[in-house]
């Protein structure tokens, strides 16, 4: 029998999996449904520092997962969460930053104790090394390395926006893991001293941690359900990838499956919603309504332009989201520093991406509250999403703003010489599919970046013949309905899903988990991913998420 199973090989999985197994005398088996990714065998796709391509390879990801995003969404669209040893961090923007203290302080306050900025910051600096700045607020010996790109590596086109937002009043910033302040910043990413990726399935499960012999990790399997005697925790079934079921026994099972999945097998397991598992015909071990709910997300819109040679960046490997802007939105029961606005460098993997520069806006601290719902037993059958994304009206709101902000930072005069015809975008099915490697889109690529190359006068005509399909900015700012309408139909996610087996009080109905991760109504069982979140950081989520794993850790290694 194992000490700790760890069903779900994520960011999450991979920590927990480092530093439970640092205690010799306890076992420790991690089980992830894709494949293996360690510094021997990571994909090109997944090593580089440029990460546009390793989130549309579908062997990186569910290939079957959609989601609906808002009530006003046509139908719900594929949605991309990782599949593979290191989970999000092997396939992510790489980005890594905190959110605010503030964020920290509300998990407590919302029933989640000890989880404030105090106790928090400890492991935030226990997981990085921060190649460049010190202090109290910082980690020099972490596994995460994080870094700022060199100014000679950020492209024209972001630092002619950076300098834009300066003279607009949006002050340049050294530290977006400083003090928490509006402003702009160069991004903070994680990479290795090499410049590239280092998901936690390299950098926590590196060569030496894997030797381990009380360490075992068992890919390409799929969780079927957590076992029960009575009310404790006593294993799971898996299927391995001939379709044989196994049984895995274990003193402690954690679930670290991500927001989307650990739901999904806590119910599958007979924890949930009790009418709800009893319409599939579950058996209710525990009935928490709480379980599927709370679904969050960073709802998000942009505003791109067509770049001009001398606007294009000279290194087309870089990482792209070069920079950041942080500024308050002032709407009526919003927090300091609630939007965020990625500076890329260039918008997509591909040629035409690499001619159009954007600001990817996204609401920081968002409100809205959606649901994942199971739909069968069969662990090969995704859940069912919906992020009922802008149903807080503040929301949409301030998603409305975003969008009014970066046409006019874009259509400054400061920006004429770095940027031609400005236009609303957003991450559609229709830019994802055009997006997906394979002849037929590459040779409509091409074909659109010589016609945008070459369209002088004509080039406004082609962005909306071709991509907006008809759509303006000038059209969606001089009509508030309008505006509303293209928001609510193109609002898209950042793949920052939480919040679905949230941390809460003992006496609080719809809470889940308790402030150490362990599942109420049960024994023996914990969940420790970015699904624990009681609400969501103003943050990219893999870093928090990895701070929770090391602080999860800590508390079962306590026990």
């Not at 972001?158 to 400083?178: F, I, P």
């Not at 890919?219 to 079927?224: D, I, K, L, S, Y």
Request: glycine residues 10%; proline residues 5%.
């Amino acid at each position: 029998m194992t000490d700790y199973l760890i069903l779900g090989g994520g960011s999450a999985g991979c920590v927990l999996a480092a530093r439970l197994s640092e205690d010799a005398g306890k076992t420790v088996c991690l089980v992830e449904a894709g494949r293996d990714i360690s510094q021997a065998n990571m994909p090109a796709a997944v090593r580089s520092r440029y990460p546009g391509r390793a989130y549309l390879d579908t062997s990186n990801i569910w290939k079957r997962l959609q989601a609906r995003m808002s009530t006003s969404s046509a139908a719900p669209r594929r949605y991309e969460q990782a599949r593979l040893l290191g989970g999000g961090s092997a396939i992510n923007a790489l980005m890594a930053n905190r959110g605010a203290p503030a964020d920290y302080d509300e998990w407590e306050a919302l029933g989640a104790k000890g989880w404030n900025w105090s106790a928090c910051l400890p492991y935030f600096r226990k997981l990085e090394t921060d190649c460049d700045f010190g202090g109290e607020l910082h980690g020099t010996s972490g596994p995460l390395r994080i870094q700022r790109a060199a100014w000679d590596r950020i492209s024209p086109f972001v630092r002619a926006v950076l300098g834009t937002l300066d003279a607009r009043g949006h002050v340049r910033r050294d530290d977006q893991n400083g003090p928490w302040e509006d402003g702009t910043f160069i991004g903070s990413i994680a990479v290795s001293d090499a410049g590239e990726r280092i998901p936690t399935s390299v950098c926590y499960l590196d060569d030496t941690v894997r030797k381990r012999a009380n360490l075992t990790i068992r890919t390409g399997h799929v969780v079927e359900r957590v076992l029960f005697e009575d009310k404790r925790a006593v294993g799971a079934s898996v299927i391995g990838g001939n379709g044989e079921r196994e049984v895995l026994r274990a003193a402690r099972v954690i679930v670290c499956a991500g927001a989307i999945h650990s739901p999904a097998l806590l119910m599958r397991s007979g924890i949930g919603p009790a009418d709800d598992l009893a319409a599939l015909g579950i058996d209710v071990v525990a009935d928490r309504a709480g379980v599927g709910g709370n679904l969050m997300e960073h709802p998000s819109i942009a505003v791109s332009a067509f770049l001009p040679r001398s606007a294009r960046t000279p290194f087309p490997e870089e990482h792209h989201e070069q920079a950041i802007v942080r500024f308050s939105s002032g709407v009526p029961g919003t927090v300091s520093g609630d939007m965020h606005g990625a500076i890329l460098s260039r918008s997509g993997w591909h040629s035409v991406g690499y001619r159009l520069g954007t600001i990817f806006f996204w609401v920081n601290k968002s409100y809205s509250r959606g649901r994942v719902k199971l739909t069968s037993t069969d662990p090969h059958d995704e859940p069912a999403v919906n992020f009922n994304m802008l149903s807080d009206s503040r929301d949409l709101e301030r998603l409305k703003l975003a969008l009014r902000f970066g046409a006019k930072t874009l259509g400054d005069p400061m920006m004429a010489e770095h940027r031609g015809t400005l236009f609303p975008s957003s991450y559609s099915p229709r830019v994802a599919s055009v997006a997906v490697p394979g002849t037929w889109n590459a040779l409509q690529r091409g074909a659109l970046s010589g016609l945008l190359d070459i369209a002088g006068p004509l080039r406004g005509w082609l962005v909306r013949r071709v991509v907006t399909q008809g759509v303006t900015l000038r059209d969606l700012l001089a009509d508030d309905s309008a505006l509303t309408h293209f928001v609510t139909r193109s609002v898209g996610g950042t793949w920052h899903p939480v919040g679905t087996c949230r941390m809460g009080a003992a006496d609080d109905p719809l809470a889940v988990c308790d402030a150490r991760g362990a599942v109420y109504g049960v024994e023996g069982l914990h969940v420790c991913d970015a699904s624990l979140m009681p609400s969501i950081p103003c943050a990219n989520t893999n870093v928090p998420t990895v701070m929770v794993a090391e602080r999860i850790g800590d508390l079962l290694l306590a026990e």
